[in-house]
């Protein structure tokens, strides 16, 4: 995919490059957790029950897994920076849409999110392996990972406070301003770009998943099951055991997405240290705290929200670690995440309305933390399973 080390290089103004990557990582996750501090007032609003609120991060996540091959097709007729644009233009107009009267129409506009997010998602890679020097592909890396996690935290934590000044609908859609100031960023990066050779995204090879593909995406669906639907869920779970307000469950939720940094910087580190397996095993463990803690003690949430979120700011990273080892040549490596991704945001996608289903048939939180405590179980389990494997092909 791309033209991998025989593209440009680096180009003059890599540090605008890493700004610009930056903010577009705040925008790549941030839209879909706008809703969930609000929940309850949005759902009123809608006159709508959880499994059905659940759709509005269901139907996105499930856009990541199903529309890559629009990313590419897009990148391949107006270039990587163009389509960049496209994929904030339509992220900004979906959070704006959303917030119109009507669910029908939030709908329709999460579908657009999904859509425009998915561009991101599939070509911020191929920029850092394009656009920065090879030495500099880890913390280019690093540095939009990070920014995705302070961008839902930021989300989580901003969406309540703006929702008592200005209302729920304008909250929601308050957002869509940082949208446009990474928008005129990526504006300038097109100019510089038009009078610069573009490379040719080749179409990806047929790819037939292996056994250590199938762990990795089945491990992969797990980490976003349990995150998609943690994200969309804890701030009502809060304000129901807890008895918290809106303003205070959304704060306190919001500390889940600022620990997800902690994991995102901590897997790189530990890996210098430890194996792959070592590593998930840690983050797995993490992982099933969060579910744990929430059912057996509550009243301690917020240390388990730190632990946790670091898991769920880690697992990503630890699955993609393995990939890049494994992977082989650029297309190979592209095939297998593509595959990884697919399946995993299919999966993840039905989180939303089975944890939103499950507190509707219980009327109470244990059963969906149950659910979200199973998946957590398969993370560990299957991506020990894939590393384990991993390890086994290194050493053969």
């Known amino acids: 995919m791309g033209t991998g080390d025989g593209g440009r290089g680096a180009r003059p103004g ?11 990582g705040f925008q790549l996750r941030s839209p879909l ?34 529309a890559t091959p629009l990313a590419l097709f897009l990148q ?74 302070v961008g839902t935290w930021l989300t989580a934590l901003g969406t309540v406070p703006l929702s008592v000044v200005f209302g729920w609908r304008v909250a929601a ?11 005129v960023v990526w504006i300038v990066l097109l100019q510089r770009a038009r009078a610069l050779p573009q490379p040719v995204l ?55 997405q600022i620990a997800g940094i902690v994991g995102a910087i901590g897997v790189p580190l530990l890996t210098l240290r430890f194996s792959s397996r070592t590593v998930l095993a840690i983050i797995g463990l993490l992982w099933i705290s969060l579910p744990v803690g929430l059912l057996v003690a509550p009243e301690h949430f917020v240390l388990f929200a730190i632990l946790g979120g670091a898991g769920q700011g880690g697992g ?15 297309q190979r490596t592209t095939a297998l995440s593509a595959f990884v991704q697919t399946i995993g945001y299919i999966v993840a996608s039905v989180a939303p309305p089975v944890v939103g289903a499950a507190h509707q048939l219980t009327g109470a939180w244990t059963g969906p933390m149950v659910v979200v405590l199973v998946a957590t179980v398969g993370f560990l389990v299957l991506n020990l399973s894939a590393a384990t494997l991993a390890g086994r092909r290194e050493a053969g």
Do not use: H, K
């Not at 759902?43 to 509005?56: K, M, P, R």
């Not at 339509?90 to 657009?112: E, K, N």
């Open 173 to 183: 859609a308050a957002w869509s301003v940082a949208g446009i100031a990474t928008g």
């Open 14 to 24: 890599t540090g605008l490059l890493l700004a610009a990557i930056v903010l577009l």
């Open 76 to 149: 391949r007729r107006v270039g990587l920076e163009a389509s960049i644009l496209v994929c904030l233009g339509g992220i900004v107009a979906a959070t704006v849409l959303r917030s119109i009267d009507g669910f029908g129409v939030a709908l329709a506009a999460v579908v657009l999110l999904g859509l425009s997010i998915t561009i991101g998602n599939v070509l911020v890679p191929t920029i850092i392996r394009r656009d920065v020097p090879r030495r500099g592909r880890p913390a280019a890396t690093s540095a939009y990972s990070v920014s995705v996690n």
């Open 316 to 330: 990503f990273a630890a699955i993609f670690t393995i990939i890049a080892e494994v992977g082989g040549d650029l």
């Open 202 to 256: 080749m179409r990806p090879p047929r790819y037939r998943p292996d056994r250590l593909a199938i762990l990795l995406s089945l491990g992969f669906a797990c980490q976003g099951f349990s995150y998609y639907g943690v994200t969309t869920w804890l701030p009502t779970l809060l304000a129901d055991e807890r008895g918290y307000s809106a303003a205070v469950a959304g704060t306190a939720s919001s500390v889940f």
């Open 33 to 66: 957790v706008a809703l969930a501090p609000i929940a309850s007032a949005a759902q009123a609003g809608w006159d709508v029950n959880s499994t059905a609120f659940g759709l509005l991060t269901s139907v996105p996540v499930l856009c990541f897994g199903l």
